[in-house]
């Protein structure tokens, strides 16, 4: 739960006004938190506090004293960016260095989640023998059971549609039970892909690699052991992209189809 520093709180009002969940109060104690109320600790009063009076669990409620500035030309740089992004599945043998996957996932945690949640978590697998190993697994599983044959055929003629030529694979999972475990992980990695690419890593969105890592027992048997009530929502193969220089940005025959109601 947040605290106000009563030394330094001008009871502007704002924190009050802002709570998504109406928490915070005026009484003759200055400005407090409501008891029984739901707080999703958004640090929302915090942002907004002229004199940083907010704190959580003794630590502050900002991350920094200062907004950054955007440069003018921003809308245009976050257009391209986005429409450039692209799905990448060839690769160098050049491993993604751990920092950059870090920094990656760290502006993930910026991103929106419900009630705050956040339970996403990271897995990112390097050890070649590890994805050998995974792929073999997925091939078995394919061949016993028919489901997705294409990932056997491709694989015959040297096309891994399940994790390209990567360095790494990135698995995310998260816990079950809480409010929106597919959308949270869906906008984090959203997020941090966004950040890879403009760092100049490629990055593909492994949706057979997801849906095999929570179907196929053996696969969880090589990895870490997920908690109880977790499953993996989503995954992504890294590298750096070889031979693969889109020269146009595609087009999209499906676009915002919108009705105003
Ligand atoms: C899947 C999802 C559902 C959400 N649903 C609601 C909602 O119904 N009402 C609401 O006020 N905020 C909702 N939010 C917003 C979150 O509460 C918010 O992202 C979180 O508190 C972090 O704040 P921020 O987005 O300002 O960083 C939702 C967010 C996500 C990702
Ligand atoms: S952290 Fe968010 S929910 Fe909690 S009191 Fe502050 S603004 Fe309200
Ligand atoms: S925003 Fe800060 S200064 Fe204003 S009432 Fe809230 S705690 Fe006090």
């Given at each position: ?87 990448h599945?060839h690769f160098t043998e050049e491993q993604v ?67 390209g030529t990567a360095t790494s ?31 100049g890593v490629g ?35 890294l590298g750096y992209p070889e031979n693969e ?17």
């Amino acid at each position: 739960m947040i605290k106000v520093n009563r030394d330094v709180c001008i009871e502007c009002m704002t924190c009050v006004t802002i709570c998504p969940f109406t928490v915070l109060e005026e009484s003759e104690k200055g400005i407090r938190p409501i008891k029984g109320k739901i707080c999703i600790d958004c640090m929302h009063c915090g942002a907004v506090c002229p004199t940083d009076a907010i704190s959580y669990k003794g630590q502050s409620a900002i991350y920094s004293d200062e907004l950054p500035v955007i440069g003018d030309g921003f809308i245009k740089d976050l257009k391209n960016h986005v429409m450039m992004r692209r799905s990448h599945r060839h690769f160098t043998e050049e491993q993604v260095p751990r920092e950059v996957i870090k920094d990656a996932l760290e502006l993930a945690s910026w991103a929106p989640s419900a009630k705050n949640q956040h339970t996403t978590k990271w897995m990112i697998i390097e050890s070649q023998d590890v994805m050998n190993r995974i792929m073999d697994l997925i091939l078995d599983h394919v061949k016993k059971t028919g489901v997705s044959p294409e990932i056997a055929t491709e694989m015959e003629i040297g096309n891994n549609v399940v994790m390209g030529t990567a360095t790494s694979l990135l698995l995310a999972y998260a816990d079950d039970n809480s409010i929106s475990p597919e959308t949270d992980t869906a906008i984090a990695m959203t997020t941090a892909e966004l950040y890879l690419q403009a760092k100049g890593v490629g990055t593909c969105w492994a949706g057979y690699l997801k849906r095999m890592a929570n179907t196929i027992p053996e696969i969880k048997a090589l990895l870490p052991k997920l908690p109880e009530h977790h499953s993996f929502y989503g995954a992504f193969m890294l590298g750096y992209p070889e031979n693969e220089e889109f020269l146009h940005i595609p087009q999209r025959f499906k676009r915002a189809d919108i009705e105003w109601v």
